[in-house]
Structure formats: structure tokens, C-alpha cells
């Protein structure tokens, strides 16, 4: 069940943190869920990512991108992201899913630089998912992209 949908911009938050998010999803009707919310009623496995944006209209119906707030650990953040769909996958979960162009890690700490391997990180999920790993800060507003 969605916690959100048919809005222009999600504002996103993890409780107990000051990491935040705001989401544009532009002329595209999206559904926000907590992935919490879908862990109590599928038995997700930890660890999993925040949140899953998930297009309504055709012809993306059904394509999803996927939110993790976190504080610095990037590769916990990937770990959780790649949980995460692979649970929705396997489980079925959503109708219709598939993967959007890109899914968001925001960092409330440190990016790291690009020199200190998130290239080859985020080479590594492009490789896999074909689908961009992108970092972005907390407080910012991202444009999601279908």
C-alpha cells in the first residue's frame, strides 16, 4: 500500500536523522512506498533500502527507483538498494516492475571522492542493474527520471 502518490514533489525522511530528500517526479504520476511497510507484509530480509518510487501512467507504468537515506556508508547503501529489488523481484511484489534509470543514495556525511573507489562502485551497479547509482546531498531536490 502506498504511503504517497499523484504529488509533484515527496518530501522524504529518516526518522531520528536529520537526512531528508525532496523528490520531483515532474508530469508523471508516481506511488511513494516506505519499504518498511512492505517489509511487514512480504517478510523483506534485511537489510533494504527507505523508499520505492514507483510510476503510475503508461507507458512506464509500473517502473521503479529506489531511495536510501543514509549518513556515510555508501556500500551499506548499494547493499541495501540491491537487497531490496532483489527481494521485489523474487517476491513479486509490484505489479509490473521494472527498473527506472537511476536509483539515489542521499548522504547526510561525507561523499565520497570520486578517486576513493564510488567509480568503480557505481560502475559495478551500472554493470549489474543497468540502471545509474547516483549520491546525491540531504536537503536537496532530485528530478527523478523514468
Known amino acids: 500500500m502506498p504511503i504517497a502518490r499523484d504529488k509533484k514533489i515527496f518530501h522524504l525522511t529518516e526518522v531520528g536523522t536529520n ?37 503510475t501512467e ?13 549518513g556515510s556508508d555508501i556500500k551499506h547503501a548499494v547493499e541495501q538498494i540491491e537487497n531490496t529489488i532483489l527481494q521485489l523481484q523474487v517476491k513479486k511484489t509490484l505489479k509490473s516492475f521494472g527498473l527506472a534509470k537511476a536509483v539515489y543514495i542521499s548522504m547526510s556525511g561525507r561523499i565520497p571522492s570520486l578517486h576513493s573507489g564510488l567509480q568503480i562502485l557505481k560502475q559495478k551497479f551500472f554493470n549489474k542493474w543497468d540502471c545509474e547509482l547516483k549520491t546525491v546531498r540531504t536537503g536537496t531536490t532530485v528530478k527523478i527520471l523514468f
Open 58 to 70: 503508461p507507458p512506464i507504468e509500473g517502473v521503479c527507483t529506489f531511495i536510501e537515506l543514509k
Open 19 to 55: 537526512n531528508h530528500l525532496y523528490v520531483s517526479c515532474a508530469n508523471i504520476k508516481c506511488e511513494l512506498y516506505l519499504i518498511d511497510n512492505l517489509n511487514n507484509s512480504l517478510n523483506i530480509e534485511p537489510p533494504r533500502c527507505d523508499y520505492c518510487l514507483r510510476s
